[in-house]
């Protein structure tokens, strides 16, 4: 998906979250996401170094089936790349800026967001054709950070804060009014064990967060 594409979509999207489910094993796979889904949450990440992870996106893929998103995290090569399209993802997220990365995905029909921290990894993601730029760790993108940069990032890409974002209206509206699109949501959100309650739980409190810092 095109960065133009996908900011159009994103634009849309009434929370725009991705969830990120570290340590998520498949047989909580599809109540996870179809909790998820029933409390906003369309982009959902199962990252590789979680158990049978390809597992859990086929799951949660056929789940969902066209009302969300499914991808992989901390996706380093190519061949992961491969392995997540034929299990059904869509998505192929990174923690660092690989273009043999970004341009396999994208080549495959995949949403590509590579992590990004400085000014020229953020346009080697875009040049390689990055369909969103994920700031990680986002406690090293501080808000006037996330400002600078977005002071020359074309203002067709989105860009994402991952990594101790909080259901905490003033920090999102902070990084909001400095120029990002949303956020991925990481340990805040799920951590191995959580049960349905606590993730539910822990959903309602971003989307009310996200609600009253955007009101």
Known sequence: MSPESFMTRWRLEPLPMIAILRGLEPDMAVEAAQTLLACGFRYLEVPLNSPSPARSIRLMRDAIEDRGFVGAGTVLTVEEVDRIADCGGQMIISPNCDPAVIRH?????????P??????????????????LKFFPAEQVTPAVMRALRAVIPAHVACLPVGGIRPDASQMRSYIQAGANGFGLGGGLYQPGVDIPTLRARALAYQHAWRACVA
């Not at 995905?105 to 967001?113: C, D, K, M, Q, V």
């Open 105 to 113: 995905s994208r080549a495959r029909g995949l949403i590509s967001l």
């Open 115 to 132: 992590g990004v921290v400085t000014p020229g990894e953020a346009f080697r993601a875009i040049a390689a054709g990055a369909s969103a």
